[in-house]
C-alpha cells in the first residue's frame, strides 16, 4: 500500500460512507473505514477488499479520535482526503417514526433537549473534533482536501421559502445539525485556505440506507458527489455546497 494516496471515510461500515470507500479505492486511494464497532470496520473493510483498513473512530469518542489520529500518522504519515460521513438522525430505532412523526417529534417546542444534544454531538461536535485532530496530518500532506457529507435539508435558504418540501420539515435536531454543520465547512473553508486546503460540503441526496429506508437514490448515486470532490484537482473550489446532479446548492 505504499505510496498509495489516503483517504479516511467516518461512519463507513455501511450506507453511503461504505460506497465512497469502495469507490475511492478504486480511484488508487488507500481508505480508512472508520467504525466506532471494530467488528463492523472489519467486516466492512474485507468487503471492500485489500486496499482497505478498518479503523476504529467513534466520532464522539475524544480518546477513539486521538488514537485514530496517531495510528494515521504513524502507520501512514499522510492523509490526502477526510471525508466526514458519520451522522445520525436519532438515538432511537431509525425505523420507528415516519418522516412526518419524526418532523412532528422534532419541532422546537417539544423536542427532547437530551436527544437534541446526542444528535448534534454526532453531526456537528463530532466532526469538529475529528478535523481538529486530523489537521495537522492534513496540513503535512500537499493538496488534501477534507468533504464534509451535509444535507440539502440543512439549506436554510430552502428551509426559509414556503414553496420548497425543505419548509414545512425543517426540524430542530436532524436538519438544523446539517445547518450547523454547513457553518463549520465555511468557518474550515476559510481557516484553511491559507495552507490550500479545500473543504467542501456535500449532499448526496435521499438516498436508500439504514438512515433512510423510503430513499429514493442508489447509494452508488448518494455516493458520487462526494467522491467527485474528493477528486477535485488543486485549481478545484473550496467553500462549496454541490449535489451531483442539482449543482450548486444555497447555503
Ligand atoms: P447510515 O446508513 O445510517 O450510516 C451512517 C454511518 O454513520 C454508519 O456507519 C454509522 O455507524 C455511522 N455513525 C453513526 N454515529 C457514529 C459515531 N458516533 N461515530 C462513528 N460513526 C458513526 O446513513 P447514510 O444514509 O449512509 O448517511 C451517511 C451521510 O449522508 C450522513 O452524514 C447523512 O446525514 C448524509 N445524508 C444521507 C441522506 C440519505 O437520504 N441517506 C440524505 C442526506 C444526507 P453504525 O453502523 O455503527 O451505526
Same mark, same amino acid.
Given at each position: ?104 417529534? +422534532?419541532? %422546537?417546542?417539544?423536542? =427532547?433537549? !437530551?436527544?437534541?444534544? $446526542?444528535?448534534?454531538? &454526532?453531526?456537528?461536535? /463530532? ?35 414556503? +414553496?420548497? %418540501?425543505?419548509?414545512? =420539515?425543517? !426540524?430542530?435536531?436532524? $436538519?438544523?445539525?446539517? &445547518?450547523?454543520?454547513? /457553518? ?68
Amino acid at each position: 500500500m505504499q505510496g498509495r494516496p489516503v483517504a479516511l471515510v467516518t461512519g463507513a461500515n455501511q450506507g453511503i460512507g461504505l460506497q465512497v470507500a469502495k469507490d475511492l479505492t478504486a480511484k488508487g486511494f488507500t481508505v480508512l473505514l472508520g467504525s466506532r464497532n471494530t467488528k463492523r470496520g472489519e467486516a466492512a473493510a474485507k468487503d471492500v477488499g485489500p486496499n482497505a483498513v478498518a479503523l476504529q473512530l467513534d466520532v464522539t469518542d475524544l480518546g477513539s479520535i486521538t488514537a485514530a489520529a496517531v495510528r494515521v500518522r504513524k502507520e501512514f504519515g499522510r492523509l490526502d482526503v477526510l471525508i466526514q460521513n458519520a451522522a445520525i438522525t436519532t438515538t432511537s430505532d431509525h425505523h420507528a417514526q415516519t418522516p412526518q412523526e419524526y418532523v412532528a417529534a +422534532n419541532r %422546537p417546542s417539544v423536542v =427532547s433537549l !437530551d436527544e437534541l444534544r $446526542a444528535v448534534w454531538d &454526532t453531526n456537528v461536535f /463530532g466532526v469538529l473534533a475529528v478535523y481538529q485532530a486530523m489537521v495537522p496530518i492534513l496540513r503535512d500532506t500537499p493538496n488534501s482536501r477534507i468533504v464534509n457529507v451535509s444535507s440539502g435539508a440543512g439549506s436554510l435558504t430552502l428551509a426559509s421559502d414556503p +414553496n420548497s %418540501p425543505m419548509h414545512a =420539515s425543517f !426540524d430542530a435536531t436532524y $436538519a438544523a445539525s446539517k &445547518t450547523a454543520l454547513n /457553518g463549520l465547512t465555511v468557518a474550515m473553508a476559510v481557516e484553511l485556505e491559507a495552507d490550500g486546503i479545500k473543504v467542501n460540503a456535500v449532499s448526496p441526496g435521499y438516498t436508500k440506507t439504514r438512515m433512510s429506508p423510503g430513499g429514493t437514490d442508489a447509494v452508488e448515486d448518494g455516493a458520487a458527489e462526494a467522491v467527485r470532490v474528493a477528486l477535485l484537482g488543486s485549481e478545484g473550489a473550496t467553500g462549496t455546497f454541490t449535489h451531483a446532479t442539482f449543482g450548486t446548492i444555497p447555503w
